[in-house]
């Protein structure tokens, strides 16, 4: 069955929210059993990356080229989209709840959508104004109406800091290709941000612990490299390549609001792997989610101008 650029995009970009979801539910064992929260995420960035060099290989057929001119949108989504975001999103929650700092960080949609207003001059049409009220009103009921308190300003700076790092994820994926296939950009930008948040780790900045005992998962007793796995496989290498291939189908700010169905995911895996109820006020705010993803427009997609590569739409974006 042939799908259409927009429906392959959607697609993926849902895939991308459900495998970014499931991280929650199997780094929680993982801190559990003493392993700190930089080197969870250097760890399943390292291993993601090494997992999607085989392919990023075959999609390059040798066009090292390639990797030369995407060069900025590789540092991008390695140095921001991966390790800073990650950073910032973790230095906040040692200060805030973890609900209020997703709250904020997940403000990235509407981020790109005053961005856009703010830089073109034009007031967004009146459905974009009602997709943002409406999913940014479901993203609240989902994390819980309790994250909305009065907190540590630093740390709210720094979950605000984590929202642009997530608008700049789906700015850079969304770019134009350029010959740059969508795993390579993934592939190469989770090495370059692993690399970059081992170095942190190593010179201190952000502490980095790591145990080898077992963890509980799913009521049963597992190696800790089962959940280490799961996060690296799903979580990130399918997550990342998934979400990057969306936002070249659909453009940024569409692909930014389906990635609010992360917390939906994340809610519902959170529910069936560590048993944490999923109350109707979130099943609510799911709904409301789906219906402002429902009225955001999709963004004009241009047609694939280099033959041969893995996914290769390239989207412009305002």
């Not at 943002?132 to 540590?152: F, N, R, Y």
């Not at 090495?191 to 010179?203: M, Q």
């Not at 529910?271 to 993803?293: F, S, Y």
């Amino acid at each position: 069955m042939h799908l259409s650029p927009r429906s392959a995009g959607l697609l993926a970009a849902v895939t991308s929210a459900a495998t970014f979801g499931t991280s929650g539910a199997f780094i929680k064992p993982l801190l559990e059993a003493g392993w700190s929260p930089a080197a969870a995420v250097t760890a399943r960035a390292l291993i993601a990356g090494l997992l999607l060099l085989p392919f990023v290989l075959v999609a390059l057929r040798g066009r090292w080229d390639a990797l030369w001119r995407a060069r900025w949108r590789i540092a991008g989504m390695g140095a921001i989209a991966v390790a800073f975001t990650q950073l910032t999103y973790f230095a906040a929650i040692s200060r805030i709840p973890v609900s209020t700092a997703l709250l904020v960080e997940y403000l990235a949609p509407l981020l790109l959508v005053l961005w856009a207003w703010a830089t073109t001059r034009r007031m967004p049409r009146p459905a974009v104004l009602l997709g943002s009220a409406l999913a940014i009103g479901g993203l609240v009921l989902v994390i819980g109406p309790g994250a909305l308190q009065a907190v540590d300003p630093v740390g709210i700076l720094l979950a605000f800091a984590a929202a642009i790092g997530c608008a700049v994820y789906f700015v850079v994926a969304a770019r134009p290709a350029d010959g740059l296939p969508p795993v390579a950009l993934a592939g190469a930008g989770l090495l370059l941000g692993g690399a970059v948040l081992g170095l942190t780790g190593l010179a201190g900045i952000v502490p980095m612990t790591a145990t080898n005992t077992h963890v509980t998962l799913l009521g049963t007793i597992a190696p800790w490299w089962v959940p280490l796995a799961v996060v690296a496989v799903f979580a990130t290498a399918i997550a990342y390549a998934t979400g990057i291939f969306g936002s070249s189908r659909l453009g940024s700010r569409l692909a930014s609001f389906v990635g609010l169905l992360e917390v939906v995911f994340a809610s519902v895996f959170a529910w069936v792997v560590v048993g944490e109820a999923l109350t109707p006020l979130q099943m609510a705010g799911g709904a409301l989610i789906l219906a402002g993803i429902a009225s955001i427009p999709a963004e004009p997609v241009a047609a694939p101008t280099v033959p041969g590569d893995v996914a290769p739409a390239l989207v412009r974006t305002a």
